[in-house]
């Protein structure tokens, strides 16, 4: 379906309950995309949302920009903006390469994690808790585990973890978006943090085991409800 008629009756009915314009734009894209209304790799062409919305082209650019950070949009040399592909595939399959990696990596690092290398953890789950932006939440969540995984001894191992929470990186930006995943991540951080304290080794190992997989299925039934709606 055509981007301009997937949005006429988002556009329509939306109210000015914005800022401004360029919110206005990425909350309406960012709508009609997590709702499928926008199917994944339609071309986002900006001057077609310009006369779409009604206004200059500088706040759909801003809008864009926004959208990529939210692993909504993505954007290639030759074709511009498009939606995103997110796949339910995809996604569970890193989440369970990850749920094999990372409690492994906790249980090697956990016995020699330092009193500082906890402290940084906590300060990381603050700077989460404050956190607006999408890319940089992505960040601090990736330094967090790896800041619990670091102890470990095992380069290769942690090279693959740290891999795979990059390549997680772009779903846990989309899961924020879509499902306002946030609060509970960080319930579950503390609770990771705690059992690391504690040198609850088993705990620990059960939690971020668990912590990987829920997100993970609980994306997937996300996309599968979404296709099927």
Do not use: W
């Amino acid at each position: 379906m055509p981007v301009n008629d997937a949005l006429a009756r988002l556009v329509a009915r939306a109210q000015p309950r914005f800022r401004t314009t360029a919110e206005f734009v990425e909350a309406t894209l960012r709508e009609a995309i997590l709702t499928g209304a926008i199917a994944p790799g339609t071309p986002l062409r900006q001057e077609d949302l310009a006369e779409t919305f009604g206004v200059s082209r500088m706040p759909v650019r801003e809008a864009l920009r926004q959208l990529e950070a939210r692993a909504l949009a993505e954007f290639h040399p030759h074709r511009g903006a498009v939606v995103a592909e997110i796949s339910a595939t995809d996604a569970a399959d890193i989440g369970a390469i990850r749920m094999a990696l990372e409690p492994m990596a906790l249980r090697l690092s956990l016995p020699g994690l330092t009193t500082d290398d906890l402290a940084q953890a906590e300060e990381l789950i603050a700077e989460m808790d404050g956190e607006t932006d999408p890319g940089r939440m992505g960040e601090l969540n990736r330094r967090f585990h790896m800041t619990l995984y670091g102890r470990a001894g095992r380069p290769r191992l942690l090279a693959l973890a740290e891999q795979h929470l990059l390549a997680a990186d772009r779903y846990l930006r989309f899961q924020f978006a879509a499902l306002g995943y946030q609060p509970r991540s960080q319930d579950e951080h503390r609770a990771l943090l705690d059992a690391c304290r504690a040198g609850d080794g088993a705990t620990a190992e059960r939690l971020v085991a668990e912590h990987v997989g829920e997100a993970a299925e609980q994306l997937a039934a996300f996309l599968k409800d979404r296709v099927a709606g």
